[in-house]
């Protein structure tokens, strides 16, 4: 880009400057939201499949400041020609230089600057002081700090500084590199080889509004079946369905809930995609529907790699049609993975999807209702680098190389599964759970963090890595609980099943070859706090499949660093050892063996103890007990929370007993959504929503319940209100009507009707 940008120049849809051999734009697709594009003269650039709608309309943009900045109705950013930066209103600039046949980006950072997001990386919240690279890999060494990269790459980061928070998003699925005051101290630098530059820089100033925009762009998690929200159960592999059947029974006859079993790849008939083994697997629609009966889904692994054999008709239909991907000699790519020699459908192209998709009638018509996709970064073991060399060939005509595809490969796969999947269930949530994914990932799967270690190293890390995944879009998602590699203890396992109690995605995997991990494994003591932890997930069901129903409409993550909420107090600036989960609940996992009591700084206001009910005011740390059985929860004074009875499977919570906790602060909040939990219905208004505002004033609590829509059947429903932190009340009442209660250790309950209406409780104590 040697020669210089003349004047700006109004286009369609914002503004373009040009220099001899370039094409710079502006563009504001949303509010506070600025696109950036730089490109050779001629070659327009074309957003990737990470944006939602491409098609979208912008904002109407006006040049201001003699023709430095450009202003919307909603933001302001300032543009310098030579040498080249941009810059949000009050945030440093970012220069853009040219770098070999790409791009080199430079911002300072200040010294109290923070880096979140960049989806699944190793390390903490703050990601300074490293340098990433995006380019999605299945490594099995363990995941350190310096391991990188991983199976997700998400070119999305987050800038904290001390006032505020703005985001960049490169929209760029090549290798790009990302070096937060690494390589040049006090600077990031990120780095592209792709010759067009496509640049987001999104506006604060809060986490929230940023991961609100960001997730308008790169879409939002669409509501999963509230199924896929219950306890899972995996291992590579129950060899057989007499082992599923007998895991199954385990958790029934243990009463321990379960909704999900795994069925990893040794199901498949020599490990051919669509397949069953004919002699372990005899009859998979009656062990489908066996389990189903339980309230149990079985999920199926699909690998992207089809086994290479003329005698196997998804190999030849889809060499027939030319729907792999090719080496470069144009001939199908063939590498080797479980079924030995694959070829790699070209996931990149609508009518492979399609195809792909279609093909999941075989597990369909089973009864099955989701899929998990793994190795699809994609992963092979027959190249040094691990997947597909970067020369091979993509597209109907060969015409796109895999350097520039390679991090879409993941998010591709999800998108053929799940439009596959809605064509054939229509009307039914699909449940995809993916290894790999680029930014977007999140409109097609959930993610899980892939091959962690049985080891407390790996639980620890577990919470940034998720939380960092939360504020880059992707809020569905959890790692193996208990640990994949390696062998764990009871002890590991109880520690890691608390916390995936709330974790969004909650399952316990475990690899070939270890000790096997379900919570029975590891004697009585173990299995009874397994079973206590697993109960409780189910209990907060209804608050987490709010949070889920919240997230699906705004981005809003459900497990998140207290600086999302929290964000100027400067003790949690950094914080991930602590979590929360929705707005309301805190939780600060034990992280260590022999440990039984752990600090805990509680933000201000006012916090209950989610076992006790004591009250300690935040703005502080404090030391929480937590034996064995507990892990340490805090809910904030003024919280209004939705839970219920605990059953065997999600299927058992049949809505009809709603339980609102309150925890006792000067005003009162909360609500509630709940719907059929699996059609696409309450996308058509086919759902309820609930919200609880009051106050506390002297010894009197009021405490209004509305329903803001009411889109399902009326049914009779109980309602257990449970005042905590409350010992003794002189009357109670609820809708006018005086209601007897119960004093039950440290908080009040009563059971009404569950309809609109107003409790009033005098004479606290
Ligand atoms: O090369 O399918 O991350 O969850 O159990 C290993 C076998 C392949 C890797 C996945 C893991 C799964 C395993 N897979």
């Known amino acids: ?33 600025f696109r950036v594009t730089l490109a050779p003269a001629g070659h327009p650039t074309v957003p990737s499949p990470a944006i939602a709608d491409p098609h979208a309309d912008g ?25 080249l930066s941009v810059a949000l209103d009050g945030c440093s600039g970012l220069e853009i230089h040219p770098n070999e046949a790409g791009w080199r980006l430079k911002l300072a950072l200040a010294p109290g600057d923070r880096c979140f997001g960049l989806g699944e990386k190793t390390g903490f919240l703050d990601k300074r002081g ?7 890999t299945d490594d099995p060494s363990p995941h350190v700090d310096t391991l990188d990269p991983m199976y997700v790459s998400i070119p999305w980061l987050i800038v904290q500084t001390e006032q505020d928070a703005w985001g960049l998003f490169l929209d760029d699925p090549t290798r790009t590199t990302w070096s937060l005051g690494d390589r040049e101290p006090g600077m990031a630098v990120v780095e592209t080889p792709r010759a067009h530059l496509d640049l987001y820089l999104v506006a604060g100033p809060t986490l929230a509004d940023l991961v609100e925009r960001y997730t308008e762009l790169t879409g939002r998690m669409s509501l999963p079946p509230r199924w896929s929200l219950g306890y899972q159960q995996s291992r590579w592999s129950y060899p057989s369905a007499e082992a599923l059947r007998e895991v199954a029974r385990e958790y029934r006859d243990r009463d321990i809930p379960l909704d999900v079993l795994y069925a990893d790849i040794d199901y498949m008939n020599g490990y051919r995609v669509f397949t069953w083994d004919p002699e372990r697997f005899k009859d998979p629609e009656r062990l489908v529907s066996d389990l189903r009966a339980e309230g149990i889904r079985l999920v199926p692994i699909v690998d992207p790699g089809v086994k290479k054999d003329a005698a196997f008709p998804v190999f030849a239909d889809g060499l027939t049609r030319d729907y792999f991907c090719l080496d470069p000699d144009g001939v199908p790519f063939i590498g080797e993975v479980w079924p030995e020699d694959v070829a790699f459908p ?6 492979v999807r399609r195809w792909w998709g279609d093909m999941h009638r075989a597990y369909v018509d089973l009864g099955i209702e989701g899929i998990w996709n793994d190795m699809n970064e994609p992963a092979t073991f027959n190249t040094v680098s691990k997947t597909l060399p970067e020369n091979a060939r993509h597209g109907a005509d060969g015409e796109v190389p895999h350097a520039e595809v390679h991090n879409l490969y993941g998010s591709y796969m999800g998108q053929a599964t799940r439009e596959g999947l809605l064509r054939l269930r229509p009307n039914q949530r699909p449940f995809i759970l993916s290894r790999a994914g680029f930014a977007g990932i999140q409109r097609h799967a959930a993610l899980w963090t892939g091959d962690n270690f049985s080891i407390w190293h790996h639980l620890e890390l577990s919470l940034p890595m998720v939380m960092n995944l939360g504020l880059s879009g992707v809020a569905f998602v959890g790692p193996d609980v208990g640990g994949f590699s390696g062998d764990g203890t009871g002890e590991l396992l109880v520690r890691w099943t608390q916390l995936g109690a709330f974790t969004p995605f909650f399952r316990n995997h475990s690899a070939k070859g270890t000790r096997y991990q379900e919570p029975w494994q590891f004697g009585p003591e173990i299995e009874e706090l397994c079973r206590q932890a697993i109960r409780r997930r189910y209990e907060w069901l209804p608050y987490m499949y709010t949070a889920f129903w919240r997230c699906s409409l705004t981005g809003e993550p459900i497990m998140r660093p207290l600086v999302y909420d929290f964000p100027a107090d400067p003790v949690v600036a950094s914080m991930c050892e602590q979590a929360m989960i929705g707005r309301q609940l805190l939780i600060a996992p034990i992280l260590r063996p022999g440990v039984t009591q752990r600090p805990v700084y509680l933000p201000e206001g006012v916090w209950y103890d989610v076992w006790t009910d004591e009250r300690t005011s935040g703005g502080a740390w404090t030391v929480a007990a937590a034996s064995l059985e507990t892990i340490p929860a805090f809910v904030r004074a003024g919280s ?39 059609s696409l219905d309450h996308l058509q208004g086919a759902y309820e929503h609930w919200r609880a505002t009051g106050s506390v004033a002297g010894d009197g609590l009021t405490l209004e319940l509305e329903q803001l829509h009411s889109g399902l059947p009326a049914r009779q429903r109980c309602l257990s209100l449970v005042l905590h932190g409350a010992t003794e009340a002189s009357h109670m009442s609820f809708g006018g009507t005086a209601v007897p209660f119960e004093v039950r250790g440290t908080a009040l309950r009563c059971e009404v009707e569950l309809k609109p209406g107003t409790w009033i409780i005098r004479g606290l104590t």
């Open 640 to 678: 209004v929370i939705p839970r219920g009875p605990w059953a065997g499977s999600t299927e058992g919570l049949r809505g009809d007993h709603l339980e609102l906790h309150v925890y006792p602060g000067d005003l009162l909040s909360g609500e509630w959504y709940d719907d059929d939990g699996q």
């Open 346 to 351: 070209d996931f990149v192209r609508p009518e």
């Open 59 to 83: 904002l109407p943009l006006r040049l201001a400041e003699g023709e430095r900045a450009f202003e919307t109705d909603h933001g302001r950013l300032g543009v310098a020609l030579s040498p």
């Open 130 to 136: 490293r340098t990433y690279v995006m380019w999605n």
């Open 1 to 33: 880009m040697a020669s210089r940008f003349h004047r700006w120049q109004p286009a369609s849809d914002g503004y373009r400057a040009s220099s001899s051999t370039h094409e710079l734009r502006v563009r504001s697709p949303g509010r506070g939201i």
